[in-house]
């Protein structure tokens, strides 16, 4: 779940939040499913009147922040560790993970004024750290955020260097909140300084031409105490002078009349301008202002004053800027806007739509390097500035691109190139020489040779073609009969490309199969492909994915007893209609932080945010679709397949009490003997800063679950 910008006691203030109609209480207990004695959950029966329709919500105690709710997590927590603990051999899996891990990680090199800063991993710190190497000499620790927390759940959010490299701002995020602290240090002697910036969530600091300063967006602290829950509205732009207090900080930018606005500022290369996005929710449409900076006296310009498309800044010249747009083209162009005549009549097309979507641009020497998506997979190719191409450059395989990172004022850039079966890594190419050199290659202890990811299509309910990636170990044989984990998002404009992970290796050592599809929601071949998951089409996503589970089982690469699903955020609300409307297609389902009360989201924290992409119960056109395949009021009694609610105590972007009510509703509802449990972190958030730790125990249990529940025993080494 993105957005581009502890529970609350309902109970407590009946349905000041909710909507209108009237309920009753009555406590009851639910009897244990068969064959197994859940932790008791009890229910409170409440029922009210949405649009004329009559909706029970039982488990809403469970939204509460109370002694009740916190003895029933305890409970839920003991009982799911327990289950997980008691399957044989799981500790060959964390120890296989663990050995395929532990290997240096290097991301790609970024440079202000005379300085070069760098994160590695030596293998399983549980955090990166950033490196700098002042004026070519040699590499020392600027910032180590393993040094901020002994277990590691302080994470860096975010960093920003000043133009001339003299000083860094950074951001940590606690216990995977999505609330950060900003901090700054002096590069030259390591010194923190004593500015710090809060209530900072969607943002990064970006700082003045000068460097006196940085520009960033927060929130108000939250007026109800609860800073886990409590919804976030009116963001504003803020300027921080270095050396002063936050409180002195200078109010840029705000609307209070649009409380639902939120704000990206960037500073333009030559200082000349603040360039300020405008998004509403995770609506991947903007608009697009500036305020001229030489001249204080001027006012915010609202160069593009409509939602009606996207509008990504890319540089300028003087006047002339540069955009990637979808307006009128939904896989992307590049166009030129003079904003001295701003009409768009005036808007030159650069780089024109193509039949593949684009899925990055920099502007790089004076040349546009555009990064496209060509059925899911990378292409790289280079433009003049006046939009003609200058060539494609040749990639090591099929996979995906990350970048292109460099300077306009820089003649080289460097990229990012991975699959599921090749770790990350970097090259360098030079624009004046031409040469695309390896930058970094990591050293891993498996041959990725050995493993095959092949692209297949399959067609979709309604005749759909979808393309899905399918990793396994050479030498598979496809006899219907293997295990196979099929992980999906589908939502948001998020493409599924090609994201290697150690874990990955471990899972395809096991025997197992690991397929990706590309969902419709995502952004694959651009804004259309998105539009056609969105708000009433949401239903195409979910039929797209069993659509990728028949196929499977139909091609005999596996078979319902042996096939799992798994999904989180977007794709946990995806696992709840998995679990809901084809539970015979599945051995095993993880749902993990998912949105699985689609009626009431968008009470909760920055929630609001995702009727941009979903809806919104509050309108009666939404509500029945809505109502037709939210999993927790979908929930019947009947036989359900394994199922592993995932969720973690300081997820304040899809708040816990999602995956708390479908897990109680669940567990009531199982006729069948197969486990539901709940696998609840403590002290993590929505993913997003994980200690490396963490993550391999989290990767270690699904696995151990999936295994359990195909019937199979985890092998005795690997």
Same mark, same amino acid.
């Given at each position: 779940?993105?957005?581009?910008?502890?529970?609350?006691?309902?109970?407590?203030?009946?349905?000041?939040?909710?909507?209108?109609?009237?309920?009753?209480?009555?406590?009851?207990?639910?009897?244990?499913?068969?064959?197994?004695?859940?932790?008791?959950?009890?229910?409170?029966?409440?029922?009210?009147?949405?649009?004329?329709?009559?909706?029970?919500?039982?488990?809403?105690?469970?939204?509460? $922040?109370?002694?009740?709710?916190?003895?029933?997590?305890?409970?839920?927590?003991?009982?799911?560790?327990?289950?997980?603990?008691?399957?044989?051999?799981?500790?060959?899996?964390?120890?296989?993970?663990?050995?395929?891990?532990?290997?240096?990680?290097?991301?790609?090199?970024?440079?202000?004024?005379?300085?070069?800063?760098?994160?590695? #991993?030596?293998?399983?710190?549980?955090?990166?750290?950033?490196?700098?190497?002042?004026?070519?000499?040699?590499?020392?620790?600027?910032?180590?955020? #393993?040094?901020?927390?002994?277990?590691?759940?302080?994470?860096?959010?975010?960093?920003?260097?000043?133009?001339?490299?003299?000083?860094?701002?950074?951001?940590?995020?606690? $216990?995977?909140?999505?609330?950060?602290?900003?901090?700054?240090?002096?590069?030259?002697?390591?010194?923190?300084?004593?500015?710090?910036?809060?209530?900072?969530?969607?943002?990064?600091?970006?700082?003045?031409?000068?460097?006196?300063?940085?520009?960033?967006?927060?929130?108000?602290?939250?007026?109800?105490?609860?800073?886990?829950?409590?919804?976030?509205?009116?963001?504003?732009?803020?300027?921080?002078?270095?050396?002063?207090?936050?409180?002195?900080?200078?109010?840029?930018?705000?609307?209070?009349?649009?409380?639902?606005?939120?704000?990206?500022?960037?500073?333009?290369?030559?200082?000349?301008?603040? !360039?300020?996005?405008?998004?509403?929710?995770?609506?991947?449409?903007?608009?697009?202002?500036?305020?001229?900076?030489?001249?204080?006296?001027?006012?915010?310009?609202?160069?593009?004053?409509?939602?009606?498309?996207?509008?990504?800044?890319?540089?300028?010249?003087?006047?002339?800027?540069?955009?990637?747009?979808?307006?009128?083209?939904?896989?992307?162009?590049?166009?030129?806007?003079?904003?001295?005549?701003?009409?768009?009549?005036?808007?030159?097309?650069?780089?024109?739509?193509?039949?593949?979507?684009?899925?990055?641009?920099?502007?790089?020497?004076?040349?546009?390097?555009?990064?496209?998506?060509?059925?899911?997979?990378?292409?790289?190719?280079?433009? #003049?500035?006046?939009?003609?191409?200058?060539?494609?450059?040749?990639?090591?395989?099929?996979?995906?691109?990350?970048?292109?990172?460099?300077?306009?004022?820089?003649?080289?850039?460097?990229?990012?190139?991975?699959?599921?079966?090749?770790?990350?890594?970097?090259?360098?190419?030079?624009?004046?020489?031409?040469?695309?050199?390896?930058?970094?290659?990591?050293?891993?202890?498996?041959?990725?040779?050995?493993?095959?990811?092949?692209?297949?299509?399959?067609?979709?309910?309604?005749?759909?073609?979808?393309?899905?990636?399918?990793?396994?170990?050479?030498?598979?044989?496809?006899?219907?009969?293997?295990?196979?984990?099929?992980?999906?998002?589908?939502?948001? $404009?998020? $493409?599924?490309?090609?994201?290697?992970?150690?874990?990955?290796?471990?899972?395809?050592?096991?025997?197992?199969?690991?397929?990706?599809?590309?969902?419709?929601?995502?952004?694959?071949?651009?804004?259309?492909?998105?539009?056609?998951?969105?708000?009433?089409?949401?239903?195409?996503?979910?039929?797209?994915?069993?659509?990728?589970?028949?196929?499977?089982?139909?091609?005999?690469?596996?078979?319902?007893?042996?096939?799992?699903?798994?999904?989180?955020?977007?794709?946990?609300?995806?696992?709840?209609?998995?679990?809901?409307?084809?539970?015979?297609?599945?051995?095993?389902?993880?749902?993990?932080?998912?949105?699985?009360?689609?009626?009431?989201?968008?009470?909760?924290?920055?929630?609001?945010?995702?009727?941009?992409?979903?809806?919104?119960?509050?309108?009666?056109?939404?509500?029945?679709?809505?109502?037709?395949?939210?999993?927790?009021? #979908?929930?019947?009694?009947?036989?359900?397949?394994?199922?592993?609610?995932?969720?973690?105590?300081?997820?304040?972007?899809?708040?816990?009490?999602?995956?708390?009510?479908?897990?109680?509703?669940?567990?009531?509802?199982?006729?069948?003997?197969?486990?539901?449990?709940?696998?609840?972190?403590?002290?993590?958030?929505?993913?997003?800063?994980?200690?490396?730790?963490?993550?391999?125990?989290?990767?270690?249990?699904?696995?151990?679950? !999936?295994?359990?529940?195909?019937?199979?025993?985890?092998?005795?080494?690997?």
């Amino acid at each position: 779940m993105t957005s581009r910008i502890s529970t609350l006691s309902l109970l407590t203030l009946g349905f000041a939040l909710g909507l209108s109609g009237c309920h009753t209480k009555e406590a009851t207990q639910d009897a244990p499913a068969a064959g197994i004695a859940y932790p008791a959950s009890q229910t409170v029966a409440i029922s009210e009147q949405i649009h004329g329709v009559e909706v029970q919500d039982p488990y809403r105690w469970l939204e509460e $922040s109370s002694p009740e709710t916190e003895d029933w997590v305890k409970r839920q927590q003991a009982f799911g560790e327990e289950y997980l603990a008691a399957i044989p051999n799981k500790q060959v899996v964390v120890d296989r993970i663990t050995e395929l891990w532990n290997f240096e990680k290097v991301g790609a090199p970024f440079e202000h004024g005379e300085n070069r800063f760098i994160f590695r #991993n030596n293998g399983l710190q549980s955090q990166n750290v950033l490196y700098v190497s002042e004026k070519g000499g040699a590499e020392r620790v600027l910032l180590d955020p #393993n040094t901020l927390s002994a277990d590691g759940t302080v994470a860096l959010s975010g960093v920003s260097v000043s133009g001339d490299g003299k000083t860094l701002a950074y951001g940590v995020s606690k $216990s995977g909140s999505d609330w950060q602290e900003w901090a700054f240090i002096d590069v030259a002697s390591g010194r923190k300084l004593a500015d710090s910036l809060n209530w900072i969530k969607f943002s990064r600091a970006e700082w003045a031409h000068d460097n006196s300063g940085v520009y960033y967006s927060r929130y108000d602290a939250p007026a109800g105490g609860d800073i886990l829950v409590d919804v976030n509205y009116n963001q504003k732009v803020y300027f921080h002078r270095i050396g002063e207090e936050q409180a002195k900080d200078t109010l840029v930018y705000e609307r209070p009349d649009q409380p639902e606005w939120g704000f990206s500022s960037t500073v333009s290369d030559d200082g000349n301008f603040l !360039l300020i996005s405008v998004s509403v929710g995770t609506d991947s449409r903007n608009r697009f202002f500036y305020k001229p900076l030489k001249d204080k006296s001027l006012k915010v310009v609202e160069l593009m004053s409509e939602l009606e498309a996207e509008y990504q800044f890319l540089g300028n010249e003087g006047p002339v800027f540069y955009f990637k747009t979808d307006l009128d083209a939904p896989k992307g162009r590049i166009i030129a806007v003079d904003t001295r005549n701003p009409a768009k009549d005036n808007w030159r097309t650069l780089v024109p739509e193509s039949q593949d979507p684009i899925a990055a641009v920099s502007i790089i020497s004076e040349h546009l390097v555009v990064s496209y998506l060509h059925d899911v997979l990378g292409q790289l190719s280079i433009y #003049n500035m006046d939009g003609v191409k200058r060539e494609d450059v040749p990639l090591p395989g099929k996979g995906k691109i990350a970048g292109p990172y460099g300077k306009a004022s820089k003649p080289y850039f460097y990229y990012i190139f991975n699959s599921y079966v090749q770790p990350q890594t970097i090259y360098k190419y030079d624009l004046n020489k031409g040469t695309n050199e390896l930058f970094s290659a990591p050293k891993v202890s498996f041959n990725p040779d050995d493993y095959v990811s092949e692209q297949v299509f399959y067609t979709s309910k309604d005749g759909t073609r979808i393309p899905m990636l399918v990793s396994y170990k050479k030498g598979l044989k496809k006899d219907g009969n293997n295990p196979t984990l099929l992980y999906a998002y589908g939502g948001f $404009s998020i $493409s599924m490309t090609p994201r290697f992970s150690p874990a990955t290796i471990a899972w395809l050592d096991m025997g197992g199969i690991y397929a990706v599809p590309a969902l419709r929601g995502g952004s694959e071949y651009g804004e259309e492909w998105h539009k056609a998951g969105m708000f009433g089409k949401k239903q195409n996503v979910f039929d797209d994915y069993f659509a990728a589970a028949e196929y499977l089982i139909s091609e005999n690469y596996t078979n319902s007893s042996k096939l799992g699903a798994y999904g989180r955020s977007n794709g946990g609300l995806l696992m709840g209609a998995a679990v809901t409307q084809r539970p015979d297609l599945f051995a095993a389902i993880l749902p993990a932080v998912g949105v699985l009360d689609m009626l009431r989201f968008q009470k909760f924290t920055i929630g609001w945010a995702w009727t941009a992409e979903y809806g919104s119960a509050d309108n009666a056109e939404d509500f029945p679709y809505l109502l037709a395949y939210s999993p927790y009021h #979908n929930v019947k009694a009947q036989a359900y397949p394994a199922t592993m609610v995932m969720t973690a105590d300081h997820d304040d972007r899809v708040v816990p009490l999602h995956s708390f009510k479908f897990g109680a509703m669940l567990q009531a509802k199982q006729k069948g003997q197969a486990p539901v449990i709940m696998r609840i972190e403590s002290k993590a958030g929505h993913g997003a800063g994980k200690p490396t730790s963490m993550q391999i125990a989290e990767f270690a249990d699904i696995y151990a679950f !999936l295994w359990q529940n195909f019937g199979l025993t985890l092998p005795t080494e690997l």
